[in-house]
């Protein structure tokens, strides 16, 4: 911050003759208590209705590069407009629509910055930034972001890190997403035309050392003492720990052979843990 004036701070932003935007205007309203010039704050970076750059300590619901599933509030001559958290609506061009935009619909669309206006705008031509093939950019079993696009006949549609379509076939989900969600998952499969398989879990050994891992977190939590059983229902389990009935039972199973918990009827156990002070 650089400047206080009686409709805000101006910040800096950088030597125009560098490549800067000047000195940014950030408007009162958005001004947190307490700030003066000398101070650093984290801000968003805008042109407004006038086409000035302006700053903001709102979060909008997209940044550019990035997926969102956003509802149109109002549609004119230039094109459709979204509410992405704003005080000004993100404009999605006629040219970028795909299809026909309406008022009162949320649609995926992806923010970018037009050259030509040096404005962030959005487009619905999804494959026009997305890869439908790895090209050899990931690895089975790699983590990966996940963003719920839409709903097919096999499973749901998924853009992988920004960047490349997935798919999270109906029998990998016990829950099934929604639109517009954010996951993390893996890659399980690149099949040989390049098309990837997703997955919600590890695979094998893997996937069951961390339900392990969330089983013994949830008893260390609840004082070594969690009353499940084989007669829990599957949604109460989901419910405490996250995990399908299955995978906790395995989960169970591995720190029963492990000599680590004890199983009664009214739940299981945690034996307690050597005191590693004492020798």
């Excluded at 619909?105 to 890869?131: C, G, M, P, Q, T």
């Excluded at 690149?190 to 961390?210: A, C, F, M, Y």
């Excluded at 059983?229 to 052979?257: C, H, N, Q, R, W």
Aim: hydrophobic share 40%.
């Amino acid at each position: 911050m650089v400047k206080e004036v009686d409709f805000g701070l101006y910040l800096d932003g950088g030597d125009v003759d560098d490549g800067g935007w000047g000195e940014i205007l950030l408007p009162a309203r958005y001004v947190p208590a307490g700030c003066v010039p000398g101070d650093e704050i984290e801000v968003f970076i805008y042109r407004d209705s006038e086409d000035r750059i302006i700053a903001t300590t709102e979060k909008p619901y997209v940044m550019v590069g990035e997926f969102a599933n956003l509802k149109v509030v109002s549609v004119n001559h230039h094109g459709a407009f979204l509410d992405w958290g704003l005080m000004k609506d993100l404009l999605v061009p006629y040219a970028e629509q795909k299809p026909k935009m309406e008022e009162g619909k949320r649609y995926v669309v992806r923010a970018y910055l037009d050259e030509d206006s040096n404005r962030i705008v959005a487009s619905a031509r999804l494959n026009d930034f997305l890869y439908d093939e790895s090209e050899g950019d990931f690895d089975v079993g790699e983590a990966v972001d996940m963003f719920v696009a839409n709903k097919t006949e096999l499973g749901y549609k998924i853009i992988i890190n920004n960047s490349h379509w997935g798919l999270l076939h109906f029998h990998e989900v016990v829950t099934p997403p929604r639109r517009g969600e954010h996951l993390k998952g893996f890659i399980k499969n690149i099949r040989e035309d390049g098309k990837i398989d997703l997955t919600l879990h590890k695979r094998g050994r893997d996937k069951t050392d961390d339900a392990v891992d969330i089983v013994l977190k949830a008893l260390r939590k609840q004082d070594g003492f969690v009353a499940t059983s084989d007669k829990t229902p599957p949604d109460e389990i989901m419910d405490l720990f996250g995990l399908s009935k299955g995978m906790y039972k395995k989960a169970v199973g591995s720190l029963f052979k492990r000599k680590m918990i004890t199983i009664a009827d009214d739940g299981i156990r945690l034996v307690e843990e050597p005191d590693s002070t004492k020798s």
